[in-house]
T-cell receptor
Framework: DQQVKQNSPSLSVQEGRISILNCDYT??????FLWYKKYPAEGPTFLIS?????DKNEDGRFTVFLNKSAKHLSLHIVPSQPGDSAVYFC???????????FGGGTRVLVKP | NAGVTQTPKFRVLKTGQSMTLLCAQD?????MYWYRQDPGMGLRLIHY???????AKGEVPDGYNVSRLKKQNFLLGLESAAPSQTSVYFC???????????????FGDGTRLSIL
């Protein structure tokens, strides 16, 4: 049973518009969440994170929102750029531990 | 600065053969991890290590063994390869987290392994 789920396997968006990626989790012990970006034939690279004591974290064009009561987080990319085309993974961990549980990924295609 | 380096990048094995995947990191990280990535499954943790000489099981450890004899290296072994182990394998490293903050893991570029 997947504890972290990304229900949209793919997303297509026009350049300059907003990309919204969603992630749901079931384990209430998770309290630190990360997003990773992956290009083909490369390893995942860290994008942005959020701890459970916050409901929003922003870094440039990337913002992550956390709704603990709904066990849901989302990643907003504004504005989307062609270089953002990649697979995005949501990951979760428990406090004081670095073991990550990943979602299945969402493939984003940004059209020029 | 190489970061996390995995060798080999590609390998084809026959069922029953053995092999070792090597991971090396030059960031002096304490923690190292091995994951496998399968379509639609994301990355799943196989084994991990929180320091030289220590290893622990992750989510999918069966059929794999690991060793961390040196801080900078983490080896993943397949003693008797099976077709179900066909996957892309990623190694990662990080430092320990503090309080509610975890240190992001840094990944290698993966090893694509096919078992026939």
């Amino acid at each position: 049973d997947q504890q972290v789920k990304q229900n949209s396997p793919s997303l297509s968006v026009q350049e300059g518009r907003i990309s919204i990626l969603n992630c749901d989790y079931t384990n209430s012990m998770f309290d630190y969440f990360l997003w990773y970006k992956k290009y083909p034939a490369e390893g995942p690279t860290f994008l942005i994170s959020i701890s459970s004591i916050k409901d929003k974290n922003e870094d440039g064009r990337f913002t992550v929102f956390l709704n603990k009561s709904a066990k849901h987080l989302s990643l907003h990319i504004v504005p989307s750029q062609p270089g953002d085309s990649a697979v995005y993974f949501c990951a979760a961990s428990k406090a004081a531990g670095n073991k990550l549980t990943f979602g299945g990924g969402t493939r984003v295609l940004v059209k020029p | 600065n190489a970061g996390v380096t995995q060798t080999p990048k590609f390998r084809v094995l026959k069922t029953g053969q053995s092999m070792t995947l090597l991971c090396a990191q030059d960031m002096n990280h304490e923690y190292m991890y091995w994951y496998r990535q399968d379509p639609g499954m994301g990355l799943r943790l196989i084994h991990y290590s929180v320091g030289e000489g220590t290893t622990a099981k992750g989510e999918v450890p069966d059929g794999y063994n690991v060793s961390r004899l040196k801080k900078q290296n983490f080896l993943l072994g397949l003693e008797s390869a099976a077709p179900s182990q066909t996957s892309v394998y990623f190694c990662a490293s990080s430092n320990p987290g503090t309080g509610l903050s975890n240190q992001p893991q840094h990944f290698g570029d993966g090893t694509r392994l096919s078992i026939l």
